[in-house]
């Protein structure tokens, strides 16, 4: 039972450029939230992907985006990329239909480390 | 928004000794959960807490979850050179389009000294 898998897993890229993260759910999970993770800090929730439409958004500008394919996996696109982006992009799979029952278990990737220079 | 608030930021330890930390949720929480990150590592989920009130026990830890559901604690007794690393709360709210969605504190760093 294969768990998160997120590619790549670490990655360079210029200020100003464009740069698409991989993620694929834990087997039989719909659901795919991205958190951003500065250095010293706790992750911060970007948005959420269910039924490929995005559900919920964090407070993260709109060069942040994503998309979620059929097969439950999903993307995070970051526009015009800034020094600030820099981070680790963590991808995290849960089971919507268990969030009724107040079970919100995620499980994360390990995450892409992101250095924009 | 929801913020949730952990304390302290830092701990070190001796082998051996106890540790606790504290997390302080502004709103109301439908559950809450722990989460373990090891340096270099991802946060690795612990526990979850729904219930008013819950304690809940794994060997040497052992999380509560506040009457009111806005606050928790971890603790581990007799610490081990194993629990280095950065322990995380998070708060979920399940009401309305809050579904999922979690608030992580900053996160407890435990350094234990052999």
């Known amino acids: 039972d294969a768990g998160v898998t997120q590619s790549p897993t670490h990655l360079i890229k210029t200020r100003g450029q464009q740069v698409t993260l991989r993620c694929s759910p834990k087997s039989g999970h719909d659901t795919v939230s991205w958190y951003q993770q500065a250095l010293g800090q706790g992750p911060q929730f970007i948005f959420q992907y269910y039924e490929e439409e995005e559900r919920q958004r964090g407070n993260f500008p709109d060069r942040f985006s994503g998309h979620q394919f059929p097969n439950y996996s999903s993307e995070l696109n970051v526009n015009a990329l800034l020094l600030g982006d820099s981070a680790l992009y963590l991808c995290?799979?849960?089971?919507?239909?268990?969030?009724?029952?107040?079970?919100?278990?995620?499980?994360f990737g390990q995450g892409t480390r992101l250095t924009v220079v | 928004g929801q913020q949730v608030m952990q304390i302290p930021q830092y701990q070190h330890v001796q082998e051996g000794e106890d540790f606790t930390t504290y997390c302080n949720s502004s709103t109301t929480l439908s559950n809450i959960q722990w989460y373990k990150q090891r340096p270099g590592g991802h946060p690795v989920f612990l526990i979850q807490l729904v219930k008013s009130g819950e304690v809940k026990k794994q060997k040497r830890l052992t999380f509560q979850f506040g009457e009111a559901k806005k606050n928790s604690s971890l603790h581990i007794t007799a610490t081990q050179t194993t629990d280095v690393g950065t322990y995380f709360c998070a708060g979920s709210n399940a009401g309305g389009t809050s579904y999922g969605k979690l608030t992580f504190g900053q996160g407890t760093i435990l350094t234990v000294h052999p």
């Open positions: 995290a799979s849960s089971l919507r239909r268990r969030f009724v029952e107040r079970d919100t278990e995620a499980f």
